[in-house]
C-alpha cells in the first residue's frame, strides 16, 4: 500500500529544518537570536544577570494571563476585559485587606477568586447569551475597570507586610519568585494544550465550531473554562503585581490586554483561531519584552516603548497571513 | 418598470400604515432614550434642584458634544460589523498637535483644521488595514491606539501646553449665550443623520452591514464602503478632538482615559446593533447626552463620579442583552404567524 | 413564437462529478416552465448557470436569440434573469421599500435617495402583484416568510426581471401563502414574465405550470406539455434507470431491536416520528431535502435534543441532550455535510478519526500518540483510505477519501447504532462501493444501520426496510420486496401515496438554525 511506504520515508533533516524555519517559532528564535546579539554589543548593561532577571520579573503578569489568551484565541475569541480585571481583583486585594480588615492571606485567596469569577461571568454570557465575545470584554472592560475605580475611590492602598513582597519582589532559588509561578503555568498550560483531548478540542473549535460539536466535543464546557481561567490567571496576576509594584491601584493593569494579545498573536497563534502553541506565546512574551528592553536601555522612555507592541502587533498578523498563505500553496 | 395595473391604497390603510408608523417612532430606541434622559433629569431634579439650572443643563449637553460627535463615527463603523477602539488615543495625538500648532504662532484655522486632516489620514490607514488586508478592526486599533499613545509619549514626554492664544478655545465661544460645541453637535448629527437617510452612500453602509453577500449581488463594494467609513470617522474624531481639547486652558499631551468606552457606550446604547446593520446617529446623540447626564447626576446627588465607567459598562450589558432578546422574540414571533 | 430563453449543449463539470452533461432547455414568454429532478439530478447547476453563478463548461445561451455569456449574477440581473433566493438576498434591518430598490435606488434631482418616490413605486409594484396588506416601511427582518419571498419577488420586478427564477418556493412556506404565491405567479405570467419552477411537489405541478423538463443524473430526459403527461408518467423520467448490481447487500440475521424512538418531537422537522432499528439491519431513510430526515437524526443524536417523545435503546428509556449522551449510548452519525459537520478540515487524517474518543484514548490525562496513530492507521487499512501518512491534512483528500475519514471517526466509538447521512453523496464510483461494502460488512457483523439517503438506487438496493418521510412525519415503510422506485417517489412527492397515512402539509414554523439549541 502507497501510504505505508510513504510513511516509512521520514522527511530528510533539511525537509525538517525547513518546516521549522517556516513556523512561526522558527522565525521568532531567529528574531531573538539576532536582537540579543544587537543589544549585547550596543548595550553593555544588557546582558546582565540584574537586568535579565529584572526582565524575567517585568513579563511574568502578562505571561501568566498570556497562557489562557492563546487557548481564547485558539478558539476565534479574544478577552479585552484581562486588564480590567487585574486591575479589579488588585483594589479589592487592598480593600478587603485595608479597609474591611481580612487577614492579608484571605484577601489574597478572595483576590484570586474574585479575577475567577470575573471570568465566569464572561464565559457565561459568551456562551449561554450567544454575546460576541469583544462585546461582552468590551462591556466587561468597562465594568470591571469601573468597579476598582468605584470601590476604590481612586485611593491607592499601601503599606503591605514583608512577607507579601516575597512572590513579586523576592527571589526563590535563584530566579525572581513569580517566574516559578509563570514557568509552571506555562509547563501545565503548555502539555494541556498540546497532549490532552481538551486542548486538540480547542483546535477542533477554533477552526470548525459545528464539526466540534457534532463530535461530541463538549464545546460549552470548554469555552466556559477558557474563560473562568482567563480570569483566574489574571486574578493571580493581580496578586503578583500587587506585590511586586507594593500599592494597589485602580488604574493598575490598564492596557495589559494589548501587552498579552501581542505576546499571543506574535506566537503564532492566528488571531482568526484555530493554531497556536503556548511555546510561541512564551517566545512572542520574551521577544517582546526584549524590544522594550532595548527601547528603554537606548533612553526611551518607560511607557513610550508601548508603540514598539502596536507595531509588532499589526506586523506579527501581517506575518502570519503571509506564512498561512504559503503554508497553503506549500 | 411601471405598475401596469395603479391602484390607489384604501385610505384606511394609509391610515393603519401612519398609526403604525407613530407607534414605532414611541418604540424606537431613540424615543426610548429620549424618555430616558428627561426622567432621569426630573429625578435628579427633585433631589436636587439645582440640577435643573440652566448653567448646569448648558454645561451637560456642551460635554456631550465631543462625545456625540465621536460616536457619530463610531456608530458608522460599528453598523459595518467593525469596531474603533484607537480613538481615546487619536483624540489625545490630534488634541496635542492642535495645540503646539496653536502655541507655535500658526493662525488658529490651522490649529483647528491640522486635527481633522491628520485623524482623516490616520483612519484611512486603519481602513486601508481593515479593507484591503483583512486584518480584524479590533486588533488594528489595539495597535494603532498603543502607537498613538507610545508615540505622544515619545515626542512630548507628556508635557503640558499652556499660553494657548484666546482666539484658540473654540468651545469656549458661546453665540447668543449658547456654548459652541452644542452648534457643532447639533450640525454634525443633523448633516450625518441627512446623510445616512438620504445619500446612496449612506445607505450603501447599512447594506454592507446587513448582509455583505446580497449587498455584493447589488453592486456595492465593500472595500470601498468600508474605507468610506473609517474616512469618515476620521473626520469626525477630528472635529472631536477640537471640540475636547479647545475646552480647557492648557492641554496636557496624554490620551483621555476611558474615552473610547465612553464613545462605544453613546453608540452601543444610541441602538447601534452588534451585530451590524442597524443604528442611527440620533441614537449616538441620545446616548451622549445620557452618558453626560448620568455623570453630571452622579454629582447632583452626591455620587461619587468613580462609579462613571462601571455604570457605562452595565449600560452595554443591558443594551446588548435586550438587543439579543428583541431579536430572539422577533425571530419566534415570525415563526408563530 | 420564439423562446425568449435557449440553452444547448450545456456541460458542466465539478472536480469528481459531472453535474450535467448536453442539456438542452428552453422558455417561453409568459410560461411557468417546471424543472423536475431527483436530488442531485442538476437542477441547481442548471439554474446557477441560467442566473450567471457558474459558467458552462461547453454549450451556449442565447437571451432574445442572442447569445449571452454571465460572468457573474450581476449580468444576469442586467439582462432580465432575476433569482428568488429564499432570504438569502435580503436586508434585515432595512425596511420593504429599501430592499425592493437595493442598487437602483430612486434619487431625486440631488442625487440624494427619493424616499417618497422608492416607497411609492414599491407600493405600485407590490399592488400589482395584488399585495394591499404590506407596509412598505416596515423592516424585512420583522415579516413572515411569505412576505419576505414577496418581498424578494417585488425586488426582481424593479429591476424588470423578465425570466423569473424559483428555487423550491414553497418549501418553507404555509398553506395560505402558497396560495398566493400561485395567485402572484399566475399574474406575472399574464404579463408576460417568464418563469422557471423548481418543485418536488407534483400537485403544485400540475395545477401550475404549462411545461416541464426533466433531468436525471445530469442528462436531460425530456421535456412534456404539462397537459400531456401525469404524476406516474414524470416520476417514472424522473427514477427510471436500472438497479445495477452496485450494491453488495450481503444476507444478515436480524436480531433483536436496538434503537427505538417513540412518538419524537421537535418542531418544525420532527413530528410525532415513530421508528425501530434492529441488529443486524440496514433501514433506508428516504425523503425530499426539507422533509425532516437530518433533522430527525441529528434528534436522535442529540445536536438538536428532542422536546417531546422517547427514546430507548435495548428497551431502556434513554436521554439523549447531547451527543455526547449519544455516544455513550452507542449511537453514531456520519452528517451530510462533510465539510462542516463531520471533519475539521484543517486538521490531521489522525486527528480526525481520533476526535469522537479522544477521552478513551488517554492514559491518564494524555492522549495516548502510540495508540492514537496506531488506530489512524487501522482505520486507513481498514477502509483503504488513500493518503499518504495519518499526518495529512484532510483538505488535501478526495471526497471519498474524507468521508472514509468521516466513517473511520465514528466506527472506532465502535457504536452499535450507526446513522448515516448521505454516505455516499459527491464520491466517485470506486470509493462508493467500498463504503456499501462496508455498510454491508457492518450490518452482518450486527450493526443497526440507517442510511439516510437521496439516492433511489441506493436506497432500495442497501435497505432491509425503507421508510419514507414527507414533512416531518414518516408517512410511508417498505420491506426491501414490496418496494419498488415508483412506489418510493411516489410517497415520497404526492399527497396521494397508497398504503401510508396521508398527512395535511404542515407549515414550517421556525427557520432551521443549524445546531443551536
Avoid at chain 2, 71 to 86: C, F, Q, W
Avoid at chain 2, 263 to 287: E, K, P, Q
Avoid at chain 3, 329 to 354: C, F, H, W
Avoid at chain 3, 407 to 434: C, N, Y
Amino acid at each position: 500500500m502507497g501510504m505505508r511506504e510513504a510513511e516509512q520515508e521520514r522527511p530528510t533533516l533539511a525537509l525538517q529544518l525547513r518546516d521549522f524555519a517556516l513556523r512561526q517559532e522558527g522565525v521568532l528564535v531567529a528574531i531573538m537570536i539576532v536582537s540579543v546579539i544587537v543589544l549585547s554589543i550596543t548595550s553593555n548593561n544588557f546582558l546582565t544577570t540584574d537586568n535579565l532577571l529584572n526582565q524575567a520579573r517585568l513579563l511574568t503578569e502578562v505571561g501568566l494571563i498570556a497562557l489562557p489568551m492563546t487557548y481564547i484565541i485558539i478558539t476565534g475569541g479574544i478577552d479585552l476585559s484581562v486588564g480590567s480585571i487585574l486591575g479589579f481583583s488588585a483594589v479589592m486585594l487592598g480593600w478587603l485587606w485595608q479597609e474591611q480588615g481580612w487577614p492579608l492571606e484571605v484577601a489574597v485567596v478572595a483576590c484570586i477568586a474574585i479575577g475567577t469569577l470575573s471570568g465566569l461571568l464572561n464565559g457565561l454570557f459568551i456562551v449561554y447569551v450567544k454575546v460576541p465575545p469583544i462585546i461582552m470584554t468590551l462591556a466587561t472592560l468597562a465594568l470591571y475597570r469601573g468597579l476598582a475605580y468605584g470601590i476604590s475611590q481612586a485611593r491607592s492602598a499601601r503599606g503591605y507586610p514583608d512577607w507579601f513582597f516575597r512572590f513579586g519582589a523576592g527571589d526563590f532559588l535563584g530566579l525572581p519568585t513569580q517566574i516559578w509561578f509563570l514557568i509552571v503555568g506555562a509547563i501545565f498550560s503548555g502539555i494541556l494544550l498540546a497532549r490532552t483531548p481538551f486542548g486538540r478540542g480547542l483546535y477542533a473549535i477554533g477552526n470548525n465550531v459545528t464539526g466540534a460539536r457534532f463530535a461530541g466535543i463538549p464545546v460549552d464546557r470548554y469555552l466556559l473554562f477558557i474563560y473562568t481561567f482567563a480570569g483566574f490567571m489574571s486574578g493571580l496576576a493581580a496578586f503578583i503585581f500587587t506585590s511586586r509594584v507594593s500599592t494597589t491601584r485602580a488604574d493598575s493593569g490598564t492596557g495589559l490586554e494589548l501587552d498579552v494579545i501581542a505576546a499571543v498573536v506574535l506566537g503564532g497563534t492566528s488571531i482568526m483561531g484555530g493554531t497556536g502553541t503556548i511555546t510561541g506565546t512564551m517566545l512572542g512574551l520574551v521577544l517582546i519584552q526584549l524590544l522594550k528592553n532595548g527601547l528603554s536601555l537606548s533612553g526611551v522612555k518607560g511607557d513610550a516603548t508601548i508603540v514598539v507592541i502596536g507595531v509588532v502587533l499589526i506586523f506579527a498578523i501581517l506575518a502570519n497571513n503571509f506564512i498561512q498563505k504559503r503554508l497553503q500553496r506549500a | 418598470m411601471t405598475a401596469t395595473t395603479k391602484r390607489i391604497e384604501s385610505p384606511a390603510a394609509g391610515l393603519t400604515e401612519r398609526v403604525r408608523s407613530s407607534l414605532s417612532v414611541i418604540g424606537s430606541q431613540e424615543f426610548i432614550l429620549a424618555a430616558l434622559i428627561v426622567v432621569l433629569s426630573l429625578l435628579i431634579y427633585s433631589y436636587n434642584p439645582r440640577f435643573g439650572a440652566e448653567r448646569n443643563l448648558l454645561n451637560i449637553l456642551s460635554n456631550s458634544a465631543y462625545i456625540a460627535v465621536a460616536a457619530i463615527g463610531m456608530t458608522l463603523v460599528i453598523i459595518t460589523g467593525n469596531i474603533d477602539i484607537s480613538i481615546a488615543a487619536l483624540i489625545g495625538v490630534l488634541g496635542t498637535i492642535s495645540g503646539q500648532l496653536a502655541v507655535h504662532g500658526y493662525p488658529v484655522w490651522i490649529a483647528w483644521l491640522a486635527p481633522v486632516v491628520v485623524g482623516i489620514l490616520i483612519e484611512g490607514v486603519i481602513g486601508y488595514f481593515v479593507a484591503f488586508l483583512r486584518i480584524p478592526a479590533i486588533v488594528v486599533t489595539l495597535g494603532m491606539a498603543s502607537i498613538l499613545r507610545g508615540g505622544l509619549i515619545l515626542a512630548t514626554g507628556g508635557a503640558w501646553i499652556y499660553d494657548l492664544p484666546q482666539d484658540f478655545f473654540l468651545s469656549q465661544k458661546q453665540p447668543l449665550g449658547i456654548p459652541m460645541p452644542i452648534y457643532f453637535m447639533v450640525a454634525l448629527v443633523i448633516l450625518a443623520a441627512l446623510w445616512m437617510r438620504y445619500s446612496p452612500a449612506g445607505r450603501a453602509i447599512y447594506a454592507i452591514g446587513g448582509n455583505k453577500e446580497a449587498a455584493r449581488l447589488s453592486g456595492l463594494s465593500e472595500q470601498r464602503v468600508l474605507m468610506m467609513v473609517f474616512l469618515i470617522n476620521g473626520l469626525m474624531v477630528g472635529v472631536a478632538s477640537v471640540l475636547y481639547t479647545t475646552q480647557f486652558t492648557t492641554i496636557q499631551s496624554s490620551v483621555p482615559s476611558g474615552l473610547e468606552l465612553t464613545v462605544i457606550t453613546a453608540a452601543v446604547v444610541g441602538g447601534v446593533s452588534i451585530l451590524g446593520g442597524s443604528g442611527t446617529v440620533i441614537g449616538a446623540l441620545m446616548g451622549a447626552i445620557l452618558i453626560r447626564t448620568i455623570n453630571s447626576g452622579m454629582i447632583f446627588v452626591n455620587v461619587s463620579a468613580y462609579w462613571l465607567q462601571a455604570v457605562q459598562g452595565i449600560m452595554i450589558l443591558l443594551t446588548v442583552l435586550v438587543d439579543i432578546v428583541r431579536r430572539r422574540r422577533q425571530m419566534a414571533a415570525i415563526g408563530r404567524q | 413564437m420564439p423562446p425568449i430563453l435557449e440553452l444547448e449543449h450545456i456541460s458542466k463539470r465539478f472536480p469528481g462529478v459531472q453535474a450535467l452533461s448536453d442539456v438542452g432547455f428552453d422558455v417561453l414568454q409568459g410560461e411557468v416552465h417546471a424543472l423536475v429532478g431527483e436530488n442531485g439530478a442538476g437542477k441547481s447547476t442548471l439554474i446557477k448557470v441560467i442566473s450567471g453563478v457558474h459558467k458552462p463548461d461547453t454549450g451556449e445561451m442565447r437571451l432574445n436569440g442572442e447569445p449571452v455569456e454571465f460572468d457573474n449574477p450581476r449580468q444576469a440581473q442586467h439582462a432580465g434573469i432575476a433569482t428568488i433566493y429564499q432570504e438569502l438576498g435580503l436586508y434585515p434591518d432595512l425596511s420593504v421599500a429599501e430592499n425592493i430598490f437595493m442598487g437602483h435606488t430612486p434619487r431625486n434631482s440631488l442625487g440624494m435617495v427619493d424616499w417618497p418616490r422608492m416607497r411609492e413605486q414599491s407600493r405600485e409594484i407590490l399592488a400589482s402583484l395584488e399585495i394591499f396588506n404590506l407596509d412598505v416601511s416596515r423592516k424585512v427582518g420583522t415579516l413572515t416568510v411569505g412576505n419576505r419571498q414577496r418581498v424578494e419577488i417585488a425586488k426582481a420586478l424593479s429591476q424588470n426581471a423578465r425570466i423569473l427564477i424559483m428555487d423550491e418556493p414553497t418549501a418553507a412556506l404555509t398553506e395560505a401563502d402558497v396560495e398566493q404565491l400561485f395567485k402572484i405567479v399566475r399574474l406575472l405570467q399574464e404579463r408576460g414574465v417568464s418563469i422557471i419552477y423548481i418543485s418536488h411537489r407534483m400537485q403544485e405541478i400540475f395545477t401550475l405550470a404549462d411545461r416541464v423538463t426533466v433531468l436525471r443524473d445530469g442528462h436531460y430526459i425530456g421535456t412534456k406539455q404539462v397537459s400531456d403527461t401525469n404524476e406516474s408518467d414524470l416520476i417514472n423520467m424522473m427514477v427510471g434507470r436500472t438497479v445495477d448490481n452496485l450494491f453488495p447487500k450481503l444476507e444478515t440475521e436480524i436480531g433483536e431491536p436496538v434503537l427505538e424512538v417513540r412518538d419524537l418531537w421537535r418542531k418544525p422537522f420532527t413530528l410525532g416520528v415513530d421508528l425501530t432499528l434492529r441488529a443486524g439491519e440496514i433501514v433506508g431513510l428516504a425523503g425530499l431535502i426539507g422533509s425532516g430526515r437530518s433533522e430527525l437524526a441529528q434528534v436522535i443524536f442529540g445536536i438538536t435534543p428532542a422536546k417531546g417523545g422517547e427514546i430507548l435503546v435495548d428497551g431502556k428509556k434513554v436521554t439523549v441532550r447531547h451527543p455526547g449522551d449519544a455516544m455513550r449510548l452507542g449511537i453514531a452519525y456520519v452528517p451530510e455535510d462533510r465539510g462542516t459537520q463531520g471533519l475539521i478540515k484543517q486538521m490531521t487524517v489522525r486527528d480526525n478519526i481520533s476526535l469522537a474518543i479522544l477521552r478513551s484514548l488517554t492514559q491518564g490525562p494524555f492522549i495516548n500518540r502510540t495508540e492514537e496513530r496506531s488506530l489512524a492507521r487501522r482505520m486507513i487499512d481498514q477502509l483503504n483510505i488513500r493518503a499518504y501518512s495519518p499526518s495529512q491534512v484532510v483538505e488535501k483528500l478526495s471526497g471519498g477519501n474524507q468521508q472514509k475519514v468521516v466513517v473511520s471517526k465514528w466506527l472506532a466509538s465502535k457504536p452499535r447504532v450507526l446513522i448515516m447521512d448521505e454516505p455516499t453523496r459527491g464520491i466517485d464510483v470506486g470509493a462508493k462501493a467500498e463504503i456499501h461494502r462496508l455498510m454491508s460488512e457492518l450490518a452482518q457483523q450486527g450493526m443497526a444501520v440507517l442510511m439516510i439517503s437521496s439516492e433511489m438506487p441506493e436506497i432500495l438496493g442497501m435497505s432491509d426496510r425503507i421508510i419514507v418521510m414527507r414533512e416531518g412525519h414518516v408517512v410511508a415503510e417498505f420491506s426491501r420486496e414490496e418496494a419498488t422506485q415508483e412506489r418510493v417517489a411516489t410517497a415520497m412527492m404526492s399527497a396521494t401515496n397508497g398504503g401510508a397515512t396521508i398527512v395535511p402539509p404542515i407549515p414550517a414554523i421556525e427557520q432551521q438554525e443549524g445546531i443551536t439549541k
